[in-house]
């Protein structure tokens, strides 16, 4: 393609929601630059997202949204600033109203849209969205830009510089594995027990790293305490996204909960086992990994699914979806 067929110069991209969903709409940048090379890309994202986009090869600018500070006040600059970048094509993945707003009055030549958002009646396209079985949240995302791309619906890819993989690099003389053992939400979270047991029963020849946030290094240290396998080092919150992604993609397994790192993972191609407690694969959200796994309960549960999201707590009491998962499903997987 030469510079003068693209009639689209410069392309807005809007997800500003947790960083699951950051990750998910890299597939989407993919996309859009392997069909329109010549394109400047940018992206807006919330606050506390960006440095999984460092030295990101196919982005122009990085957009940053402080929702926590400030949040309409910040909006407000961000439409100036939007408005005055004078974008062909604002492309929004989200759903709600405040994204919807800055699509609208973006100024551009073409907004792209979900229908559910509340003022997609005023974008140039509208793309219905529904969770169906089958279709990844990925696949979603590809439909707004359907009409724009070639028809090669790509995976999430993140890219970890040279120095992501230098700091990590001590790390990776032995085989190792790495476990995310924590969840925002409650009952998206393998029970820390079972987390001990499996570490336990892991073989002795691997060396295995906890990941997380800063807010995860308590957690962490008490499961490698309680489990007293000498071979656990405990990297939560000492990581960034770019070097956790880094390590994880040559470690020999990655066990995630449905949460972030599995869509590192993912973004990685790295090797990855997602536990499903409350919600299900089916939703959409599962590991694109070419060697993932998807764990769940084998019993059935009338009260499963009880929620696209996770919860702050089993609306049952007992969560049984997380208890009656089996270490041995997880441990065939390394098989």
Known sequence: MSRSSNTHNRILVIQTAFIGDAILATALIESLYKSNPFTKIDLLIRKGNETLFDQHPFL??????????????????????????????VINLQRFGSTGVLTALSGANITVGFDKNPF??????????SISEGMHEVDRNFELISWLTDKKIRRPKLYPSISNNSRIAKFTNNAYICIAPNSV????????DKWIDL?????ARYSIYLLG?????????????????????????????????????????????????MHIASAMNAPVAAIFCSTIPAFGFGPL????????????LTCRPCGLHGKSAC????????????IEQLLQVLN
């Open 120 to 129: 997609s009646f005023l974008f140039s396209k509208k793309i219905q969205h």
């Open 185 to 192: 939400w409650f009952t998206k979270q393998f029970p820390e």
């Open 213 to 261: 946030a800063p807010g995860d290094k308590i957690s962490c240290e008490r499961i490698k305490t309680i489990s007293q396998n000498p071979n656990v080092v405990v990297l939560a919150g000492e990581l960034s996204f770019l070097d956790s992604a880094a390590l994880m993609a040559s470690a020999i397994m990655n066990y995630v909960n449905d949460s972030a790192p």
């Open 289 to 300: 990994s070419d060697r993932s796994y998807s764990i769940e309960t084998s019993e059935t």
């Open 199 to 203: 570490i336990n029963r892991l073989p």
């Open 315 to 326: 609306p049952e009491v007992h969560f049984n979806c997380g208890s009656t998962i089996q």
């Open 60 to 89: 122009n600018e990085i957009i940053v949204w402080d929702k926590k500070k400030n949040k309409y006040k910040n909006l407000f600059f961000l439409l100036i600033k939007i408005r005055t970048q004078k974008y062909d094509v």
